[in-house]
């Protein structure tokens, strides 16, 4: 459906993501973070963490990075105990944390005036979650047994991407395939629901599949646009709609038991830091997305597409998948931000 990263992220988100990469076997005294970033060592993910550890060893808790292309691997290696740390998509962190997880979810963040998307308004309900569990009052909720968040930040909104622009309204889903990822079963539920085939990707494949045609839709973040060579695959005819089916993010998992007191309070309050440089980056990826190739909604179509989100999230919520704390949270958060939607006459999402 979290540095400026020039080219991370959902998955998504996210983002993003290529191949196995090597990493590091190389021992060192200092505690190592098992690291994902689409470019490796010399991606924006990486030198983020890179930047977050010369701060935390300043605080006199160091730890040391290794760099990993295959979020799947980092995170079996973390699953191993060879990384007391993981960098992470929040799809791949809800194991960890199902209330951070949740974040991740189809259209949680999106905020709908004036019968159009406000990006800025649906970014700063986004930027009140994280900012609530990233205080010393959400400090509760980013644990669950060992396993502690030490950080959340957004990748950017993930947009449709198709291969023809003709096929943007929800009625005109039934028989395309969409690339959904194996880790999002609330939206390959939602797909099915819609009368479209939900077509499994992953990092390493979503760009070839929907390069050569083999699934017609896919939803990824702006930064994924550039080296993924979206462009091929929607060549004069296709389209990224400008509404957002989530808001995908990375997230920091660490091992709470193995590290000090105080790192995880320290740690999310330097990630909470860096959202307004991360969004600079947003913003400059999909500026580098051609005019061009966004297609508008209008204001009639709209309503359909905030919708059938709404219903992605409650089918997640009653699969045990999507933390309902954190939906209505972010219900909470979307209200603030315009309290004339017509979902905020009633205070919560889910029961």
Same mark, same amino acid.
């Given at each position: 459906?979290?540095p400026p990263?020039r080219s991370?992220?959902l998955?998504?988100?996210?983002?993003a993501?290529l191949a196995?990469a090597?990493?590091s076997s190389?021992?060192?005294?200092?505690?190592p973070?098992c690291?994902?970033d689409?470019l490796?060592?010399?991606g924006?993910?990486?030198?983020?963490?890179l930047d977050?550890?010369?701060?935390m060893?300043?605080q006199g808790?160091?730890f040391?990075?290794?760099?990993?292309t295959?979020e799947?691997v980092a995170?079996e290696?973390?699953?191993?105990?060879q990384?007391l740390g993981?960098?992470?998509?929040?799809?791949r962190?809800?194991p960890?944390?199902?209330i951070?997880?949740s974040?991740?979810?189809?259209?949680?963040?999106l905020?709908? $005036? =004036?019968g159009?998307v406000?990006?800025p *308004?649906?970014y700063?309900?986004?930027?009140? @979650?994280?900012?609530?569990l990233?205080? /010393?009052?959400?400090m509760?909720?980013m644990?669950?047994g060992?396993h502690?968040?030490g950080g959340?930040l957004p990748?950017?909104?993930?947009?449709?991407?198709?291969?023809?622009?003709q096929?943007?309204?929800i009625?005109?889903l039934a028989?395309q395939?969409?690339?959904v990822?194996d880790?999002?079963?609330?939206?390959?539920?939602l797909?099915q629901q819609l009368?479209?085939q939900?077509?499994?990707v992953d990092i390493?494949?979503v760009?070839?599949k929907?390069n050569?045609?083999?699934?017609?839709?896919i939803h990824?973040?702006?930064?994924?646009y550039?080296p993924?060579e979206?462009g091929?695959?929607?060549?004069t $005819? =296709?389209?990224v709609?400008?509404?957002? *089916?989530?808001?995908?993010t990375?997230?920091? @998992?660490?091992?709470a038991?193995?590290? /000090?007191?105080?790192?995880g309070?320290?740690?999310r309050?330097?990630w909470l830091?860096?959202?307004?440089?991360q969004m600079?980056?947003i913003?400059?990826?999909e500026?580098?997305?051609?005019?061009?190739?966004?297609a508008?909604v209008?204001?009639?179509?709209?309503?359909?597409?905030?919708e059938a989100?709404k219903?992605?999230?409650?089918?997640?919520a009653?699969?045990?998948?999507?933390?309902k704390r954190t939906?209505?949270?972010?219900?909470k958060?979307?209200?603030?931000a315009?309290?004339?939607?017509g979902?905020?006459?009633?205070?919560?999402?889910?029961?």
């Amino acid at each position: 459906m979290t540095p400026p990263f020039r080219s991370i992220g959902l998955g998504l988100l996210a983002a993003a993501l290529l191949a196995v990469a090597p990493h590091s076997s190389a021992e060192s005294p200092q505690p190592p973070v098992c690291v994902w970033d689409i470019l490796g060592k010399s991606g924006d993910v990486y030198n983020l963490v890179l930047d977050h550890s010369l701060h935390m060893a300043r605080q006199g808790m160091p730890f040391s990075l290794r760099a990993y292309t295959d979020e799947r691997v980092a995170m079996e290696d973390y699953r191993a105990g060879q990384c007391l740390g993981l960098v992470v998509t929040g799809f791949r962190a809800r194991p960890f944390n199902a209330i951070s997880g949740s974040i991740d979810s189809m259209g949680s963040s999106l905020v709908v $005036r =004036g019968g159009a998307v406000d990006m800025p *308004a649906s970014y700063e309900a986004l930027r009140r @979650v994280i900012t609530a569990l990233s205080s /010393p009052q959400g400090m509760k909720l980013m644990r669950e047994g060992p396993h502690e968040i030490g950080g959340i930040l957004p990748v950017g909104a993930a947009y449709p991407m198709l291969r023809d622009r003709q096929a943007t309204r929800i009625d005109q889903l039934a028989g395309q395939r969409i690339g959904v990822f194996d880790q999002d079963r609330p939206q390959a539920l939602l797909i099915q629901q819609l009368g479209a085939q939900a077509v499994s990707v992953d990092i390493a494949n979503v760009a070839t599949k929907f390069n050569n045609g083999m699934v017609d839709m896919i939803h990824l973040p702006a930064i994924t646009y550039k080296p993924f060579e979206l462009g091929k695959g929607m060549g004069t $005819r =296709g389209a990224v709609v400008r509404v957002p *089916a989530m808001f995908p993010t990375v997230q920091f @998992v660490f091992n709470a038991d193995k590290l /000090p007191a105080g790192f995880g309070d320290a740690s999310r309050q330097f990630w909470l830091a860096q959202f307004d440089r991360q969004m600079q980056a947003i913003q400059r990826a999909e500026a580098a997305i051609p005019a061009p190739m966004w297609a508008e909604v209008s204001a009639s179509v709209l309503p359909g597409y905030v919708e059938a989100l709404k219903q992605g999230r409650l089918a997640g919520a009653r699969e045990g998948i999507y933390a309902k704390r954190t939906l209505n949270l972010l219900k909470k958060a979307r209200c603030a931000a315009n309290p004339a939607q017509g979902e905020c006459a009633t205070p919560t999402e889910v029961d």
